[in-house]
């Protein structure tokens, strides 16, 4: 260190050091930036462990608004317009927990064993992610929340809410590494992602920017290649394995909370092959008298079953609007929410 | 709170704005005793009680031991605060370890006990100020030097933000004359502390988890599915990920330090070009393997009855060190391995060659044996449990098949290999300096380009966050 040379000498050699530093960062920076938004890369809020854990603590947030938690994976994620459910149910506070590609029951599990939840569930499931072997897997998302949660992530991931806002360069895909890599190997820039997500964590598809064909094949190969090597339980398995959930629910229901499950719309093959493996009949409509909780299917409700889904299994993020009133209507037509 | 968050960012703004504003050298100390308990509280709030109990707790016994006149008082005292103190850190760190291996000797006895689930959260950074507490009260108990009258200097001492989770572990003597003399920021240890937190940041986040720990979690997530190759690959991405997460901290704890106007001591001097285990462990983790030299290795007796007791004392205080590092027999295998390393070396040299020691081409023969053994004990170091460290091993040794998989190896597996070359590389040429050094001799404008692009490449490199390893300890 300079510790022998004049103050003022010291001053200079560190203040050159600090205006090229910052110049070159600078440069690099806005330069990469520019250079990804010129191939119409667009900056946008990342969905990740942080960005739930945010979600979770509105859970118990104060207030006298009743908490209206949002369970499930994408169909719901992607579906639900927030502000819809704000304006439409003044008295709860939606949050969105769902968490795309996991199904929701350890979430589920989590509101049991929180003593102080007693708001209301909506848990998008299908009658296959009701198999026992599904429960766990959002459990990492609550292990992080428990575990490794702190004030200091809370504040960390505001601001990083608004970098990945505000810059493309925020984004994982545009890091230095994956870029020299691809660069390295030949291969094609990052896909430009059709998906936004909100700070909420909802999210919007826009339909408009995939070739739904092939995304709608897509889904229905999945979904056959895991039937093949995760065949159905059968119906008494699949029932003896709802004990649990039974649990849960009684538990959030004993602190005066509900639980609403809920088998979000699909159509085309993908409703076919799900409805062969899991015939309704022995599985779902089993469910409410086996746990003792409202289930509402999306084939009891016509403007449900009729929305449009792009990839029979989404719907583009202009028929949420549309999408979210029908099934509000369904909720308190019911009555398990209030106006 | 992390070095490497936004809010250690703007922590780290308005605490050097806060220090710099004071005048009161009392208040200053005030104000980064304060705000290095919000540093910790941002983990876990209720360990911040631990910690201020522990704090004062040897603050009085120290006091204790040093008024007491009668030996045998002076010894129960310093019994008592090693009893406490460790006793803490058992309970937290070791209680589980200790009653899963007691189910498992009941269990070989034919006695069936299931140990009671409970689910231990460890406080973090528990490990290394119960280690600064325990030197303090050490040397006061051998009569290094007289206990400080002030609570908050102590305080400052054991709970000073920079160092307070995962070290440098610094003694009371290094630290002492810095709290009690009034200092504060010049631009020279501004300068130099912001290069240091720039260059500890591009070490954990561009290379640590960046380069590094994608290829290390991947194989160790599933070590049986990958070939010799691979599990070189994840080796050595292991033993890079390691070194930049724990010297980059380090880096930042120094260059924090620094900013404020205080020095702590280095903690790594480039120990991937070591020649030979000793060298190693003088360079690497240097505030840890010199506590364990002073407070262990020497109570064991050291070096003072003859041979056998030397190269025994050697391998229990590794033996001791590795479990300190986790409650898990793999970390013991990582120390037992490196105090067989040091007791062959240490053999070696008494017996069979010590005329050639200084050989250049035998230094260099035995610093790629250096290296490939440190690297090896990391397998066992990261491995899950015992049986995949085994697993492990006999991948890694299979070298036929290490040779012929070299050629599958994936791009991002190569850019580990090349990244790992260039960090050994770079020890080599550094090897008895380091980066303030180095960063003092270069001309300004050369200086602020070399940090720029780091700058660049720290935020060209999102990602999750990783924890830093050494936290967990």
């Known amino acids: ?339 | 709170m992390q070095f490497d968050s936004f809010t250690f960012l703007a922590f780290f703004a308005l605490v050097l704005a806060g220090y710099n504003a004071l005048r009161a050298w009392g208040a200053r100390k005030w104000l980064l005793l304060v705000a290095s308990y919000v540093f910790y509280s941002a983990w876990n709030p209720p360990f911040l009680l631990l910690l201020l109990g522990s704090t004062t707790l040897d603050w009085l016994v120290a006091r204790r031991i040093d008024a007491a006149e009668d030996p045998r008082r002076r010894k129960l005292w310093v019994i008592a605060t090693l009893l406490i103190n460790l006793g803490v850190l058992g309970y937290f760190k070791y209680s589980r370890f200790l009653l899963d291996n007691f189910a498992a000797a009941l269990a070989g006895a034919g006695v069936n006990y299931a140990p009671p689930a409970f689910d231990i959260v460890l406080p973090i950074g528990i490990s290394f100020y119960t280690f600064h507490s325990l030197s303090y009260c050490i040397d006061i108990y051998r009569r290094r030097f007289r206990p400080t009258a002030s609570w908050r200097d102590y305080a400052l001492y054991v709970g000073f933000f920079p160092q307070l989770v995962a070290g440098p572990i610094t003694r009371f003597t290094q630290m002492r004359e810095q709290i009690e003399t009034p200092r504060s920021t010049t631009s020279a240890g501004l300068g130099m502390g912001l290069a240091l937190l720039i260059l500890g940041l591009f070490e954990k986040i561009v290379l640590a988890d960046s380069v590094f720990a994608p290829i290390a979690n991947a194989y160790f997530d599933a070590p049986g599915t990958a070939d010799s190759a691979a599990a070189w690959t994840g080796v050595l991405a292991f033993s890079g990920q390691i070194f930049c997460d724990f010297a980059g901290y380090s880096s930042c704890a120094l260059g924090s330090a620094l900013a404020l106007g205080f020095v702590l001591p280095i903690n790594f001097r480039n120990p991937y070009a070591a020649v030979g285990f000793s060298d190693f462990w003088r360079r690497w983790h240097i505030s840890l393997s010199s506590w364990l030299r002073d407070y262990l290795y020497v109570s064991l007796g050291g070096n003072r009855g003859g041979e056998w007791r030397t190269l025994r004392n050697l391998m229990l205080t590794m033996l001791i060190g590795g479990l300190w590092h986790g409650a898990a027999w793999t970390f013991v295998i990582w120390g037992g391995l490196h105090g067989l390393y040091l007791v062959l070396e240490r053999t070696m040299r008494a017996h069979l060659w010590p005329a050639r020691w200084n050989n250049v081409v035998l230094r260099f023969a035995y610093a790629i044996i250096t290296l490939l053994g440190v690297c090896t004990a990391w397998a066992w170091f990261r491995a899950a449990d015992v049986s995949q460290g085994w697993q492990i091993m006999l991948s890694l040794f299979d070298l036929h098949a290490a040779a012929t998989g070299i050629g599958r190896l994936g791009p991002s597996q190569l850019a580990v290999l090349v990244t790992f070359s260039l960090l050994v590389l770079v020890h080599a040429l550094f090897r008895n300096s380091g980066p303030i050094p180095w960063f003092s001799r270069l001309p300004a404008p050369l200086l602020g380009l070399l940090l720029g692009l780091m700058t660049a490449m720290i935020v060209l490199s999102p990602g999750d966050n990783h924890a830093f390893i050494y936290f967990q300890f």
């Open chain 1, 1 to 339: 260190m300079r510790s022998s040379t004049s103050s003022s000498s010291s001053i200079r050699h560190w203040g050159v050091a600090c205006f090229f530093c910052a110049l070159v960062a600078v440069a690099v920076c806005v330069g990469t930036e520019l250079h990804w938004r010129s191939l119409g890369y667009e900056s946008g809020i990342i969905d990740s462990k942080l960005l739930w854990a945010e979600q979770r603590d509105q859970v118990d947030a104060r207030g006298s608004r009743t908490p209206l938690v949002i369970l499930g994976a994408s169909r719901i994620e992607f579906s639900v317009d927030m502000d819809v459910l704000e304006d439409a149910l003044p008295g709860y506070r939606p949050v969105m927990l769902a968490i795309n590609g996991h199904y929701p029951l350890a979430v589920l599990r989590d509101l049991a064993e929180d003593e102080d939840f007693n708001g209301v569930v909506l848990c998008d499931i299908d009658a296959r992610g009701l198999s026992a072997h599904y429960f766990d897997m959002q459990q990492p998302y609550v292990d992080y929340h428990r575990k490794q949660w702190t004030p200091s992530w809370r504040v960390h991931r505001r601001a990083l809410d608004l970098w990945q806002s505000t810059a493309v360069i925020a984004n994982p895909d545009f890091g230095l590494l994956p870029t020299l890599l691809r660069w390295s190997g030949g291969r094609a820039d990052p896909w430009k992602s059709h998906i936004r997500f909100h700070r909420d964590r909802s999210a919007d598809i826009d339909f408009q920017r995939v070739d739904t064909a092939a995304a709608t094949q897509a889904f229905v190969d999945g979904f056959k290649r895991r039937l093949q090597s995760d065949p159905p339980p059968s119906p008494e398995q699949w029932l003896a394995g709802l004990a649990e959930v039974g649990k849960w629910v009684a538990q959030i229901k004993g602190r005066g909370g509900e639980v609403v499950f809920y088998d979000t719309p699909t159509s085309g093959k993908l409703r076919e092959y799900a409805d062969e493996a899991f015939p309704p009949s022995l599985y779902w409509d089993r469910l409410s008298a086996t746990i003792h909780a409202p289930a509402l299917r999306y084939t009891e409700i016509s403007a449900l079953e009729n929305i449009p889904l792009a990839d029979g299994s989404h719907l583009d993020f202009r028929n949420k609007h549309e999408y979210t009133h029908a099934l509000i209507d369904a909720l308190v037509d019911r009555g398990w929410v209030q106006r």
